[in-house]
Structure formats: C-alpha cells, structure tokens
C-alpha cells in the first residue's frame, strides 16, 4: 500500500471531452468515522485512502474524516499501525457516510528492519531531544485553562459462555439492547459508569504548584450515590501525562516515553511519512520497544519540521508488556503552540483494557477524554491560591438540565454516549445488580452501608488466638448522612477462651474541612501485643486486622482513652497533639524492678501511664481526597514524608508511674529510579531519655512466621532486641522486569525481581539493663529481650520475585549480623501473597 498520503479535502475537478464540450464530473464525498471495533473508540490518525491511489487523508482526534474526489475507485481502505486494515465499496458520485471499526492485530507489529546506512529518523529523534527544554509545558512560569473530562467504564468481552451465567441471565433483556453501543460490527459493551466534568486548571512554577477547581460535574454509575470522591478524581488532573518527561506514571507503574533522552536503548524507529496537520508539517515515525516485555509504548509520533516538537502522539502497551490484568493501555494526544513556545495538550485520550480474570468471565474498559481550551500563560497567582491541589465548587454536583450541559461541553456526546446515560439508568433498577454492587461495596470498604450507619468490618467479625480462642465481634460507624460535622464509632467484641469483653467507642468532630481539623475522644478495652498500635501502624489497618489471629507474642490487656486534636497549618503541613491514658496488664512473663538499686525492691509486671504527644507532619505535594467525611490520601510525588512526634509521660497523673520524653523521626520516601524500577526507603530514629520498662522503649519487630511482611525484620527473633535509642533504614528495591524480560522463556512468565535491606543501629543504657527483671512476681522466667552491642548494627539483605502466578511472592532473606545468638535464623525464605498490576 503507498506510504504517500494528504492531509486535507482533496477536491479534484477535471473535464470530459464530448462532442458537445466539456462537462464537469459529479464529486464524491465521503465522511465517516474510525473507531477500535473492541472498545468502540475513536481511532484518531487512521489513514483513509482510496485503493490503489495516492487520494486520502488521516482522521482527526475524534477519529472523523471527510474526503472528497472527483476520481474515486470503488474501494475505499482504512488502515492504521497495530489494526486489520478494512476494506468498504462506495458509491461514485453521490455524497455518503462511512464508517469502520477496525479490528486489532498483534501480528502487524513486526521488529522494524534498518537497511545500510544511519536509519533517518534517528536525526529527527536527536533533534527531538535537543529541543525539549524549549517545547515542554515545564518551561512557562505559569499556564491555566479551562479543561472538560469525561470518562466511561464499561464491561467488554462478553461471550456467549458469560450470557449464560445465572446472574446475567437476570439482565439479558439490557445486555441484547448494548450490543449497538460498540458499533455496528463491533463487539458488545455493557456501560457501568459515566461522567463529565468542567473544570479549571492552574499551574505555577518555582515552586512547582497546581491547582484543579472542579466547576461542574455529572455522575451516572451503578451503585453510584453521593459520588463526592469520584467528583474529585473524574477531574483531569488524574488523566494528564507529559510525554517529555523521561517517565511516565500509570497506575503506579513508570512507563518510558519514546521521546525519553535514552529513546534508542527502548525503542526502534521507522520515518513513514511527512504531511500537514494543520498548518504544523510534520514528520510521521512509526516506534516499537525493543523488548516486548518493558513497561514501553508501540505507536506513531508526529514531529514538527520547524521545532522538532510533539505534534500528536499514538502510544499503545500491549498485553506483552509485564503487567498484570491489563490486556491494552492506549494513550492520544494532540498539543497546540502557546504563544510562548512551549506546547500544551489540547486533547487527551486514554483507554485501559483490563482482561478477564478466569475462564468465561468478563473484562472491564475504563475510557478518559479531555479537552482543553482558553489557555493563558505566565501569569501566576500567588502560593496561596495554590494550597488545595483539588477544589469541588459549592454548586459543582448540582443537576443541571441536559440543555445547560450542552453549553458546557466542548463538543456534544455522540449518539452512543446518550445510549450509554439511558443503559446505565435502566441498569441500576434492577435488583440483582444493586445486591451483587453492595456485596462489592462491602468487600472494598469492610463495612455494609445501611444509610445514616455503616456496621462492620468484616474483617474482625471472627478471628482465633491462643489467649481469646474464638472472638466474635461486629461494630458500626456514623456515615454523612447522619451527620456532615460528627462521626460515632462502636465496636464490641467477646473471647471464648478468656472469657473477657473488649469495647471501642469514639467520637469524633470535624471543626474545619478548609484546612482539615478534628477533634476525638476515645476509649477502648483490647488485648494488644507490643510495638503494634496504630500510633506506629495506623496506616495499616490490614496487618493491624492480621496481628490478632494466630500466637499473641508478648501480648497485653489495657484500658485506655484519649482525645487528640489536629489541623492543617499549611498545605502539607499538619500539627496534632494528643492525651493517652492506659494501662498495661501483660499475658505473659513479665516483671521489673521498681527500685534497681534495692536488693529487696518488688518486682511488679503492670503499670499505667499518662502521656502528651506533639506532632509535626510535612508532606509537601501530598494530594488528598475527601470523602464524605473522611481524608483520603494519594500519596506524595516527589518529596518525602516526614514525621517529627515528641511524648513527655507524667507521673502521679491519673496514677501514672513513670515520667519519661521520647522523641522520633521518621521518613518515607518513594524513589524513580528509571530502567531499575522504583524504590521505597524508610528512614527512622528515635530516642528515649529516662529508665523505663521495656515495654515502654523501642521493642524491633521480628519476624517468626515463613509470611513476609514489610513492617518487620524477616529474621529477627521476636523481642531480641530492645532499645532506648536506635536508628533504622529499610530500603525496597522493585526492579519490574530487569533482567528477567530480556531471558527468553523466562520473559513469558512476566515474573519480576526485587531487593530488600533493613538496617538498624542502637543502644540500651545500663540503667534500662538492669530495670528489666529476670523473674515475674510470681517468680517465674520472664521472656528473654536482647539488645544492640558495642555499636554494632543488624543488618538483613534479600533478593526474591514476585509475580509469579500473578500474585505469589518468594523473598530468599539473609541475615548478616548478631549469628551467635540464641536461635538464630542465618537464611530464611519467606512467602506472601499479593495482587498487584
């Protein structure tokens, strides 16, 4: 097929000579539409030619095309890089539409063959790489713009096999009426979720800020409700991608862009054309990665000749590419030149293909669009006005009339899109779908929604240790609806071996949503072990719900309450200060000495104590979502997180026994660290001034079962090692598929290496060393502690790989330090399970 195609409308007059003279021909026009025959997409840049001719022309972002000639032959072709070209007989003369749904073809995307001399396109791409300082966004000191977003999600892949299923044989009458949606030969889609959004978008530079203010929004969804988290995500700035960076971030995933400055060790290139887009002529290079495996991108790229900027960009991942779950991922964009210079997307659109998970199941399409428009550069507003990342506006969900939407939107919805509205409606009247949507619900939040309460969680209805036995418990928590400025939570629990009820009550009042403040009091009654609580691990509630089943190491009954208050300072800045009353009453073998240095002082084994915490925290580019009345937060980018919380324990408060002052710092840090994968450290140090039980010092997490877990130390003994001041690193080093996606055989396995290093440095002063009694009271053996000696750090290394099976986990952990204590583990391998993309 020729290479040689025109932008344009191709308007071709020409004379036949009669006897009578001449008589100008009837024009042929043609307009139509290309889209993916899978997902019903636009196809933006398929080529349109008529066959066996140089007449044709691209489609446009939307995938539309018009063509017109007064030549045409019979057949005109649609074809574009990774699809079935598809072939449709026209009619001369007359003015028609056509449309084609093209259809994948993995075979098509073939290693690309350079013959002698240096392949041209690689001059473009050293051009392309010259000119990025100049043509990024990142250059302007500021830049906003108003941006519309819409986003769908649908089920795909629905078989025969599927139909049958009991549940969907309850909703085939919906599911005959889809089969239009995806077009008219392509494979039927059920929608389940749609929305669109208008919004406006600022940005600012040194400091980088960036602020959303989310203007409008509609939300239709089965088992969609109040929609205030989804309203903040269905904003664009969740679907926004620079491909001028060397890295791209999706799904948590760093995909290499193919204009990346180390484009010729990931990809192969091949100039295909050159042609008009617009008034920008461009270069058009076709790119594929040279191993199939990588986190890399297959498609086309049009360079301008004058600036050697991104024009447009096709960029498809394949299901070779080592992620899990995911069958495509499909990433279009068409930039504009800002009066400036630097270009700025004008449209974006990205498809996400997740495949079926089992043998006749259904897939899932998750489909993002936005547009942007009435950009205006450098001029910046000030920090301030950049504080909340994202801002829902008063009236943003109030339900506007259709006809108020269609002044909204950049373009209208296209007669699928107003199907889509209408199924979804009809989707969520129908019973079976609401009861499978909630037992989702719960599954997801651990909690059954029953209006003003929620009662849960499930993951702590039952569970079996060897000091409760059986424990049954259930609680609820206050939704919104009960309340926008208070939140009630209960629970209740029972052990059928200890015979002994345990509780939890809070009250929590939210005093400020602009800069989020709270105020809480609480009071509890649990067994718990020690250096498990949520002050360390409250932000895993998971392994929290996990530590209360099977042996309880070095366990304890309390009583505690406590009320904390705490607000946003400053964007990413947080202060909290705390009271905590509770007791401790252990399980096991305990005691010390009250008076060290009196030979006849008692040995006691419980205590109870008061303590005032304060607690700084920064985390400059956190993001936060809120919900309902919850905080929920995405993360940091680039910068870390740090901790700084200072305890002073009063005695003879409430009967306390011990005065005492901690201090702790901690960092966590997630690290690109580009072909090597990504990295996360922590970093932690804590010191304790005053003598102190040791259940009151820093007691190191050990590990004793074959399950790994990130938050312990694999082969430390539990409570080997105690200290009153320590510092400690540990360090997670994910290497996706390096190495192993370059091992033939091996790469189909999609399997993926890792590393891990904890480190730790302490001490226990003599005064601590000898506070801690060999004996209980009752003159029984306490159970051993350890502690660090002469400067001398514990040190673990591991390597493993995960992925395989798509969710086993292997890790092959050493222990370098401390080998002559007692029971020691030199070597140990250890498993988990989990699921990841």
Request: with cysteine; hydrophobic share 35%.
């Amino acid at each position: 097929m020729s290479r040689f195609f025109f932008k344009g409308i191709f308007p071709l007059f020409f004379g036949l000579i009669l006897s009578s003279g001449a008589i100008q021909a009837q024009e042929t026009v043609i307009s139509g539409k290309v889209t993916d025959a899978a997902s019903g997409d636009p196809i933006p840049f398929a080529n349109i030619i008529f066959k066996g001719t140089s007449i044709g022309t691209t489609s446009d972002f939307d995938g539309k095309f018009l063509i017109k000639t007064a030549r045409p032959t019979d057949t005109l072709v649609a074809s574009y890089i990774g699809y079935k070209s598809r072939y449709k007989t026209i009619k001369k003369g007359v003015q028609q539409v056509i449309n084609f749904q093209l259809e994948e073809d993995i075979t098509s995307l073939q290693e690309v063959v350079i013959n002698a001399g240096e392949n041209p396109a690689y001059e473009i791409m050293r051009r392309v790489v010259r000119n990025k300082s100049e043509n990024d966004k990142r250059k302007l000191i500021a830049y906003e713009y108003d941006t519309y977003t819409k986003i769908e999600i649908d089920v795909d892949n629905i078989t025969d096999e599927f139909r049958e299923k009991k549940i969907i044989k309850k909703i085939t009458q919906v599911l005959d009426s889809v089969d239009r949606i995806a077009g008219e030969d392509g494979k039927p889609i059920l929608p389940l979720f749609i929305t669109e959004s208008i919004s406006k978008v600022y940005y600012r530079d040194n400091p980088s800020l960036k602020k959303e203010r989310i203007l409008k929004t509609k939300i239709n969804g089965v088992g969609m409700e109040d929609g205030t988290t989804i309203t903040q995500m269905v904003g664009s700035s969740f679907q926004e991608y620079n491909f001028y960076q060397n890295w791209l971030n999706i799904m948590t995933k760093e995909f290499v862009s193919p204009i990346a400055d180390g484009w010729r060790i990931y990809y192969d290139y091949d100039l295909t054309d050159s042609l008009y887009i617009g008034d920008d002529f461009c270069y058009r290079l076709d790119y594929f990665p040279r191993s199939p495996q990588d986190l890399a991108f297959t498609g086309t790229i049009w360079i301008t000749k004058q600036n050697y900027a991104l024009k447009q960009i096709d960029a498809t991942m394949g299901k070779q590419a080592n992620l899990n779950f995911i069958e495509k991922i499909r990433l279009q964009q068409e930039l504009a030149k800002t009066d400036l210079g630097p270009w700025l997307p004008v449209k974006n659109r990205v498809l996400i293909d997740v495949g079926e998970v089992g043998k006749n199941n259904a897939g899932m399409l998750a489909k993002f669009y936005t547009s942007n428009k009435n950009f205006v550069t450098n001029n910046p507003h000030s920090q301030n006005f950049y504080e909340k990342p994202i801002e829902l506006a008063e009236d943003a969900r109030l339900n506007e009339e259709e006809k108020y939407w269609d002044t909204l939107r950049h373009e209208p919805l296209s007669e699928t899109e107003k199907s889509v509205y209408k199924m979804i409606d009809t989707l969520r009247t129908i019973p079976v779908v609401k009861t499978y949507t909630d037992i989702f619900k719960v599954l997801l939040d651990g909690y059954y929604n029953l209006g003003k309460i929620e009662v849960g969680p499930y993951l702590g209805v039952l569970v079996w240790n060897n000091i409760e036995g059986v424990r049954l418990g259930g609680g609820f928590k206050t939704t919104y609806k009960f309340s926008k400025n208070w939140i009630f939570h209960g629970q209740l629990a029972y052990g059928f071996t200890d015979e002994k009820f345990k509780y939890m009550a809070s009250a929590q009042r939210i005093l400020s949503r602009n800069r989020w403040t709270t105020l809480t009091f609480r009071a509890r009654k649990d067994i718990n072990r020690i250096g498990i609580d949520d002050e360390n691990l409250g932000d895993n509630p998971l392994f929290m719900a996990v530590a209360r089943w099977g042996y309880f190491r070095r366990g304890y009954y309390s009583d505690e309450y406590k009320v904390a208050f705490q607000r946003e300072l400053f964007k990413g800045y947080s202060q909290k200060i705390s009271f905590r009353y509770w007791t401790f009453n252990p399980t096991y073998e305990f005691g010390y000495i009250a008076n060290p240095g009196d030979v006849n002082s008692p040995v006691i084994e419980s205590f109870q104590n008061s303590e005032i915490s304060i607690e700084s925290r920064y985390a400059r580019d956190e993001v936060f979502l809120q919900n309902d009345n919850e905080r929920i937060s995405l993360g940091t980018t680039k910068w870390p997180v740090i901790t700084l919380r200072y305890t002073h324990g009063f005695q003879d408060v409430l009967g306390s026994d011990f005065e005492y002052d901690k201090i702790r710092l901690n960092l966590t840090k997630r690290i690109k660290t580009g072909p090597l994968g990504t990295a996360y450290v922590t970093v932690t140090g804590e010191y304790i001034f005053n003598t102190l039980p040791y259940p009151l010092l820093g007691l190191h997490l050990g590990n004793q079962t074959p399950i790994y877990t990130s938050v312990l130390y694999s082969l430390m003994n539990y409570g080997e090692f105690v200290s009153d001041h320590y510092a400690s690193m540990q360090y997670r080093q994910y290497l996706e598929g390096f190495l192993l996606n370059r091992i033939p055989l091996l790469n189909r396995l999609k399997w993926r290496l890792l590393a891990t290093t904890n480190i730790i440095m302490g001490g226990l002063r003599p005064s601590n060393q000898s506070l801690n009694s060999n004996f209980t009271p009752a003159g029984l053996e306490s159970a051993p502690t350890g502690y660090f000696t002469n400067g001398k750090p514990y040190v673990e290394v591991g390597y493993g790989v995960e992925n395989i099976f798509r969710v086993l986990r292997v890790d092959f952990v050493h222990r370098i330090s401390y080998l002559d204590n007692p029971n020691v583990r030199k070597f140990g391998i250890l498993f988990t399970a989990q699921v990841q993309l």
